[in-house]
């Protein structure tokens, strides 16, 4: 499983920014998927999770209510909507694919730069 995220840039306290992952290779594999963070000097962190036919999502406390994961399964993609975003959203966000065996796959990452 590869997984490719796009979407960071530089925005604006207040501002939104979508990030998406395409998933390819054993995507038949896959079952749940989720956006991690990591910040400068910080651990990664969970943000947001989304089960396999998407109809179960849950969320770290800190984005809820700002952030929304989806999911195309036939586009093999995944989605983070960013809305309302502070200067601590600032990080590198990760995309990870579970797969029915227990593994994990990660991205790239792609920087979200929140400026106040």
């Known amino acids: 499983v590869q997984l490719v995220e796009s979407g960071g840039g530089l925005v604006q306290a207040g501002g939104s920014l979508r990030l998406s992952c395409a998933a390819s290779?054993?995507?038949?594999?896959?079952?749940?998927m989720g956006w991690y963070r990591q910040a400068p000097g910080k651990q990664r962190e969970a943000v947001a999770g989304?089960?396999?036919?998407?109809?179960?999502?849950n969320y770290a406390d800190s984005v809820k209510g700002r952030f929304t994961i989806s999911r195309d399964n036939a586009k093999n993609t995944t989605y983070l909507q960013m809305n309302s975003l502070k200067p601590e959203d600032t990080a590198v966000y990760y995309c990870?694919?579970?797969?029915?065996?227990?593994?994990?796959?990660w991205g790239q990452g792609t920087q979200v730069t929140v400026s106040s």
């Open positions: 990870m694919a579970h797969t029915e065996l227990g593994y994990r796959y």
């Open positions: 290779g054993s995507t038949f594999s896959i079952n749940a």
């Open positions: 989304i089960s396999t036919d998407g109809a179960s999502t």
